[in-house]
């Protein structure tokens, strides 16, 4: 993306963002990884979260990520193991992930003459999310830059049910041709709010093996081949890195002109538009003017707009008179 085109992008991004929080049941989240061989070589702009049967389950433990090597490993919530066998027998698990656990409520310690044991403070609900949308924002697709190479990665993957291309352009017959069949195409307005689904999308198969584009080079293109397991492990944290990490990512900016919409976008009244606070605001803006940033609690706008719930009573156990003999 050139950076000349940031700005508008990332007003696209919380415009559809806002817009699909208050016309569908997802939970939404921002520029996510959605590789699996190469970590952080596809980042996908939003990530629609279909809730399912056991949303409330989850929604019941913690409002943050839950570390998905905690899932996988072998502490349970019947009886409780010692933290050395737990990291001896668990190659996932590692000390930082334990206390990652410990600390959003879905491991609990124990000591018992001078050990320290753990346990699930719950099972994990697997079927809190029914299936996954990845969604890449173009706005402006005479500017395609590595679009059609980065939708076919997310095709060839399938670690989406549904792949969509989001754009604010006209789009014509040639613009669908250069992307794979599978791909939903919309347009969408981000002033008015209005989406046209030029494209439906395909469902794509998330339970067989995928391929991932590594890299493309002249006659020769590098992939690897995903295994279902590491699919399913990667669909589990691109999920539960949505939940805990929601869309309103931004800081808002120490200026007099900030402020923010009734859905808590970055605003600036100097100019009349959302802002990129990162890359639009500070001593080097024309417009700047020394102010405190406005305050704006995105917990509170997510939790009253959507299905996830902000600081949760949580599911730990109270382990009586277990303390006494450590």
């Not at 081949?225 to 900016?253: C, L, M, N, Q, S």
Request: with cysteine; aromatic share 8%; net charge neutral.
């Amino acid at each position: 993306m050139n950076d000349a085109d940031a700005p508008r992008e990332f007003a696209f991004e919380l415009a559809l963002c806002a817009h699909l929080e208050e016309t569908t049941e997802w939970v939404l989240s921002r520029q996510l990884g959605a590789a699996v061989d190469r970590s952080g070589r596809r980042i996908v702009d939003v990530v629609g979260v279909v809730p399912g049967p056991d949303f409330e389950e989850r929604a019941r433990i913690t409002d943050r990520s839950i570390p998905v090597r905690a899932i996988e490993s072998g502490v349970g919530a019947g009886e409780a193991v010692s933290r050395y066998r737990a990291l001896r027998e668990s190659w996932r698990l590692r000390e930082e992930v334990v206390e990652r656990a410990i600390d959003v409520g879905f491991f609990e310690r124990e000591r018992r003459k001078g050990r320290e044991y753990l346990r699930r403070t719950t099972r994990y609900p697997d079927g809190w999310f029914e299936g996954l949308v990845g969604i890449e924002n173009k706005p402006d697709l005479g500017d395609p830059g590595a679009l059609s190479r980065q939708l076919r990665t997310d095709v060839s993957l399938g670690l989406f049910e549904e792949v969509v291309l989001a754009t604010e352009s006209h789009v014509t017959r040639a613009h669908l041709n250069r992307i794979p069949r599978a791909v939903g195409v919309w347009r969408f307005d981000p002033e008015t709010g209005r989406k046209e689904v030029i494209r439906e999308s395909t469902s794509l198969s998330t339970e067989s093996a995928g391929v991932e584009l590594v890299e493309e080079r002249p006659l020769r293109t590098d992939v690897a081949i995903v295994g279902t397991d590491e699919k399913a492990r990667a669909r589990r944290r691109i999920a539960e890195r949505a939940y805990g990490k929601g869309w309103r990512t931004y800081d808002f900016p120490a200026c007099a002109h900030a402020s923010a919409t009734a859905d808590g976008r970055p605003y600036c009244a100097q100019f009349e538009c959302v802002v990129e606070p990162s890359r639009a605001c500070g001593s080097e803006c024309t417009g700047y003017a020394p102010g405190s940033p406005p305050e704006v609690a995105a917990d509170e706008h997510r939790d009253s707009r959507t299905s996830w719930r902000r600081d949760p009573p949580g599911v730990v156990r109270r382990q009586t008179g277990l303390d006494r003999f450590g």
